[in-house]
Nanobody, 121 residues
Framework: QLQLVESGGGLVQPGGSLRLSCAAS????????IGWFRQAPGKEREGVSS????????YYTDSVKGRFTISRDNAKNTVYLQMNSLKPEDTAVYYC??????????????WGQGTLVTVSS
């Protein structure tokens, strides 16, 4: 079983910064993609950013390019999302998500419980 625990959400003023953390535990995936989705009130969940274990390649949705940075610390099994120049439209519940394969080729996918980010003056 795979567990993901997010932290780092909170209230921040427009233009401010937050860093989200996602700590993974349990089964280790041999090949995976881990990243962040978000869901604002009344809107569908959208992919924000992800990073691949195979080559470290990253993905950012257009609205956060140049403002958000995803990174990982393999020793701590933790992925971070540094969010700068935050805007009110970034307000959402942010979910960590991981999917991939174990060494035995078993497919796993897991979501974290979510952490609320509120950007408001």
């Amino acid at each position: 079983q795979l567990q993901l625990v997010e932290s780092g959400g909170g209230l921040v003023q427009p233009g401010g910064s937050l860093r989200l953390s996602c700590a993974a535990s349990g089964l280790t995936l041999d090949m995976y993609t881990i990243g962040w989705f978000r869901q604002a009130p009344g809107k569908e969940r959208e992919g924000v950013s992800s990073i691949s274990s195979s080559d470290g390649s990253t993905y950012y949705t257009d609205s956060v390019k140049g403002r958000f940075t995803i990174s990982r610390d393999n020793a701590k099994n933790t992925v971070y999302l540094q969010m700068n120049s935050l805007k009110p439209e970034d307000t959402a519940v942010y979910y960590c998500h991981e999917k991939g394969f174990t060494r035995e080729s078993r497919y796993l996918e897991e979501w974290g419980q979510g952490t609320l980010v509120t950007v408001s003056s």
